[in-house]
């Protein structure tokens, strides 16, 4: 069966970064628009960065455009997510989610509904 699993996670003071990563296999990974999302406790899950099938178009939440960066790579089945100035804010489990649909431009989608496999998820602690 498909599996996304995340790697990198871990504890980190604020103004500090990470670098998650997203490993895919049994599935055509150059197929599927990829996307990390994030869920806070007592908060819904929500979208944080996506990337299109080929890694030419990307797309981020508003307020984590410019610190958090995404990229892929379709040898290595592997989509990373650059997190820098991290905020306490920032804490949450994160999960990497493949999807066969996209938004216009090829954009990896912003709904977690539109995603058909998910990671199991991996906490990032960000400390003030």
């Known amino acids: 069966q498909v599996r996304l699993v995340e790697s990198g996670g871990g504890l980190v003071q604020a103004g500090g970064s990470l670098r998650l990563s997203c490993v895919a296999s049994r599935l055509t990974f150059s197929r599927y628009a990829m996307g990390w999302f994030r869920q806070a406790p007592g908060k819904e899950r929500e979208f944080v960065a996506g990337i299109s099938r080929s890694g030419g178009n990307t797309n981020s939440a508003e307020s984590m455009k410019g610190r958090f960066i995404i990229s892929r790579d379709n040898v290595k089945n592997t989509v990373n997510l650059q997190l820098n100035s991290l905020k306490p804010e920032d804490t949450a489990i994160y999960y990497c989610?493949?999807?066969?649909?996209?938004?216009?431009?090829?954009?990896?989608?912003?709904?977690?509904?539109?995603?058909?496999?998910w990671g199991q998820g991996i906490q990032v602690t960000v400390s003030s």
């Open positions: 989610a493949a999807s066969l649909r996209t938004l216009n431009m090829a954009l990896a989608p912003l709904d977690a509904e539109a995603y058909n496999y």
